[in-house]
């Protein structure tokens, strides 16, 4: 399915990564977004204010970021696609209901322009280290997406991307920026709207005596229904049956719950999304997202300059984490650096998933700016010996 | 192969532009030329009034590292810009002033100094308002890094339609400034510093 023209603003423009991502939102058909001010993240949803009333769709600004992070899943089950813009504290308040729209497999978007912290910590300022929280920050046992753009036109695309996995997969989807991303200008092409593939909700076409809501499909994802269409159904965060009523029976808990992570599987292995350049006969491999992956970019051409083979592994979904494509590497390079805006957190998953195989050096750094491209050459030059 | 990188840095007080001139700039390399440009911008936690700062990078390659490290260029619209930022141009680097609002004293050496009344060229418009504009025409005069016409554009582009005239009119008059000037120092084959600013 193609977008919706009236969403796409087709042209050449010189847009930063927070206005890139909401021409995102809106060409991928999003027509309902809440949220609450927090920089770096406000303008995502200040343009999407000033753009929705010619494109046709609500903007709430609600009291806080519960509130925020609740009505869009209202709103997506009204029929509409929808997401929410945060930063650091406010992405903390919104825990709980990205559990909720796990439980309920509610398709969803939440943006996290990260700043440096913990707490307040630094607002204006970049930082990569909210990445266990985008996974693990809500209680129990749950599958997310999270995608890391580099560039304000991967703010564009990304965001397209993360509506588009939203639907396919019925999970909440993180849109993991960083304040250096989402503030940076650069060029950004917006194709024209039959130029962008738009995946729509996967609604039922049982009738409403046969249709249950959380009855998997082939892909272990179910299909859905939005209220109007008449279809009674039931949504609850308590452990449900297929049906989506409560049954809090060891076998369902077991069944669902597993269920929410095993619907994900594919994003770990063949449909993994990371870019890969000179792995082939490499030493050393850089390991590293988001900003984090520029600034590691221009240390990998300046460790090749000197001889040393470094090759690139760009993690563009941090989250499943492409696990089986590091263990494959590990068997065959010396070391990977893991270069990361935080004190360690995506370095974790490499080094499990090398498995003892390969070296996992951490290059930490606890934000407020981006990493010197010298210091992470260091750290190539170095397991390179 | 050898990277063609330029950095920028543009300061001044709030309110006077200095964001969008910024992107006038990129805007004018990226679009409307084959390079690319990133900007981005030094956020305090206050909400408005104090300083201001931008940078640009211009490139022949895509740009990887987002932030300048030593500006090629410096584009200063206040005396607290000039005194902050004016040690850490490069060697052989432009310094462009808003000649009226900043008393240059020293520099690095082997640095250009060109200075321009752009405050009183805008309210020669009628408008102060566009003084930055009018910056970043006599920033094309005198830097050369993109084609004026291609600046002009980024203008056009970069401000509402009921704005776009006097914004040009803006840009040319910088533009105007800075050609002159720059004929009148080859004439006299001058030190630049010497015959733009008024020192002392």
């Known amino acids: ?385 | 192969m050898q990277r063609m990188l330029t950095e920028i840095r543009i300061a001044g007080f709030g309110g006077q532009g200095v964001i969008l001139a910024a992107a006038v700039i990129g805007k004018a390399t990226a679009i409307f030329e084959s390079g690319h440009a990133t900007m981005t911008q030094s956020f305090g936690p206050e909400a408005r009034g104090g300083s201001s700062s931008a940078q640009v990078i211009l490139s022949s390659e895509p740009i990887l590292y987002p932030y300048i490290t030593r500006p090629d260029i410096l584009v200063v619209m206040s005396q607290e810009a000039y005194t902050r930022f004016s040690p850490e141009l490069k060697p052989g680097g432009i310094l462009i002033t808003e000649q009226e609002l900043v008393r240059v004293d020293r520099f690095p050496a082997g640095v250009r100094a060109y200075g321009v009344p752009a405050t009183r060229l805008a309210e020669e418009l009628g408008r102060k308002v566009v003084l930055n504009i009018v910056m970043v025409g006599f920033y094309a005069a005198v830097t050369h890094l993109a084609a004026p016409d291609s600046l002009r554009k980024a203008v056009a582009d970069s401000v509402p339609p009921a704005m776009q005239h006097l914004n040009l009119q803006a840009f040319d008059k910088g533009f105007a400034y800075g050609s002159e000037l720059m004929i009148k120092l080859s004439e006299h084959d001058n030190d630049s510093v010497v015959a733009t600013l008024e020192v002392g």
């Open chain 1, 1 to 385: 399915m193609h977008a919706d023209p009236k969403g796409v603003l087709t042209g050449v423009h010189f847009l930063d990564g927070d206005h890139a991502c909401c021409e995102g939102t809106l060409a991928a058909g999003a027509r309902f977004a809440a949220g609450y001010p927090i920089t770096p993240s406000t303008e995502v949803v200040e343009r999407f204010a000033w753009r929705i009333p010619t494109v046709g769709g609500l903007f709430i600004q609600m009291e806080d970021e519960l509130a925020a992070s609740i009505a869009i899943q209202g709103a997506v089950w009204g029929g509409a696609k929808a997401f929410t813009v945060t930063s650091g504290p406010g992405f903390s308040l919104m825990m709980e209901h990205i559990g909720y729209a796990a439980m309920t497999e509610t398709p969803c978007v939440f943006v996290n322009v990260q700043r440096g912290g913990p707490s307040t910590g630094l607002p204006t300022l970049p930082a990569q280290a909210d990445m266990m929280q985008a996974r693990w920050g809500s209680h129990g046992d749950y599958g997310i997406i999270a995608l890391c753009p580099n560039s304000p036109q991967e703010c564009f695309d990304l965001t397209i991307q993360a509506f588009n996995l939203a639907e396919e997969f019925r999970v909440p989807v993180m849109l993991m920026l960083d304040e250096c991303v989402g503030h940076m200008t650069e060029k950004v092409v917006i194709p024209e709207a039959d130029g962008i593939n738009i995946v729509p909700r996967r609604f039922t076409h049982k009738s409403p005596e046969e249709f249950r809501l959380f009855e998997p499909q082939a892909d272990g994802v179910p299909d859905m229904v939005k209220a109007g269409d008449g279809y009674r159904f039931h949504v609850t965060g308590l452990t449900h049956d297929e049906r989506g009523y409560p049954n809090m029976t060891v076998d369902t808990q077991d069944r669902m719950v597993r269920r929410m992570q095993t619907k994900l599987a594919p994003l770990a292995g063949s449909r993994a999304f990371f870019e890969a350049e000179h792995l082939e006969g490499a030493d050393v491999v850089v390991v590293s997202y988001g900003i984090t992956s520029r600034v590691a970019q221009r240390a990998i051409e300046l460790a090749r300059q000197q001889g040393v083979r470094a090759g690139k592994f760009r993690l563009i979904s941090a989250w499943p984490f492409p696990a089986a494509h590091i263990a494959e590497l590990a068997a065959r390079v010396k070391a990977f650096v893991v270069p990361e805006l935080n004190l360690g957190q995506m370095v974790n998953e490499v080094e499990r998933a090398a498995a003892g195989k390969a070296a996992v050096i951490p290059v930490t750094h606890a934000g407020g700016t981006v990493h010197n491209p010298e210091t992470i050459l260091k750290a190539i030059v170095e397991a390179a010996r």
